[in-house]
């Protein structure tokens, strides 16, 4: 209880809170369409962007928004029009990106070492600005996701049929992709880039083993994930370890787990 009356854990619990929410939603997308890989890519290719933001002299954040979208829009062009050797295309712009980014935080003068903060998370110090600015990308996530719901519930689960009952999947596909974007930048200052692909699949990878709809798998990663944050941030604090990667071994140990005692897991091993 002690911990409440600290501003700085008050911050980092309500960050968790409102990440949870946007990786349970934009998440299940992700584990339903099978774009996994590309948030992956999407996530390092950021880095680029941070980079040039230090760079430049300007907030950081605004440099990795630019380049997650720009990357963004790239990976769905490219895969949308062709299945072929994606993973080439989307290993070497996560390479390039990484890359773009490591260059400009050389040429940079003076101290750069919070550069780390943004590879492996900086939860304990979120300010009332990321949380204002988390709570609008919420905002932006559940109205669109309200609006096309039924859309992105035809794309997600049968693409070619959605195409023709008139459904512009092109548009709703990097609709979403850009929304990944958005939540990719926001979860990396929670956990870093290299974890972001885990707090944004292993919560709807959990919870589609225990749901049918997808509501309710995105209801179920929601709350999984805020579980996942604040056992995560409790036991960093207390064994003094890093609270991103904690938060992330907590929720590996739940997958695990899950696929022992998955309902889903049981019924295919009958069958």
């Known amino acids: 209880m002690e911990l409440l009356h600290l501003e700085f854990f008050q911050n980092a619990l309500l960050a968790g809170v409102l990440v949870s929410i946007a990786c349970g939603i934009i998440g299940t997308y992700v584990v339903t369409n099978r774009i996994v890989f590309i948030s992956g890519g999407i996530a390092h290719a950021a880095y680029g962007g941070i980079g040039l933001g230090v760079f430049l002299g300007i907030n950081p954040i605004i440099g990795a928004v630019v380049f997650s979208l720009l990357a963004a829009m790239g990976m769905g062009s490219v895969s949308y029009n062709t299945r072929q050797r994606m993973d080439t295309v989307i290993g070497v712009m996560w390479a390039v990106g990484m890359a773009i980014g490591i260059i400009f935080a050389d040429l940079t003068q003076g101290y750069t070492a919070g550069l780390m903060s943004y590879l492996f998370g900086s939860i304990l110090t979120i300010s009332k600005t990321d949380l204002i600015l988390m709570a609008g990308l919420n905002l932006i996530i559940l109205v669109i996701t ?5 859309q992105w519930q035809s794309i997600s689960f049968d693409r070619e049929f959605s195409e023709i009952i008139g459904i512009p999947v092109r548009f709703f596909y ?16 929670l956990v870093g880039i290299i974890m972001v692909i885990a707090l944004l699949t292993i919560p709807p990878a959990i ?6 709809s997808l509501k309710g798998i995105m209801v179920l990663a929601c709350f999984l994930g805020i579980g996942f944050t604040v056992a995560g941030m409790l036991i960093s604090f207390y064994l003094n370890l890093t ?4 938060i992330i071994l907590v929720a590996g140990v739940a997958y695990f787990i899950s696929l022992s005692i998955s309902p889903k897991e049981k019924t295919s091993r009958e069958d």
Do not use: D, I, K, N
Not at 146 to 150: G, T
Not at 174 to 189: D, G
Not at 207 to 212: D, L, N, P, T, Y
């Open 174 to 189: 990097l609709l979403l992709l850009s929304l990944t974007a958005l939540t990719v930048v926001m979860v990396m200052r």
């Open 146 to 150: 309200v609006l096309f719901y039924r």
């Open 207 to 212: 919870a589609e083993r225990f749901c049918v």
């Open 243 to 246: 609270s991103g990667a904690m």
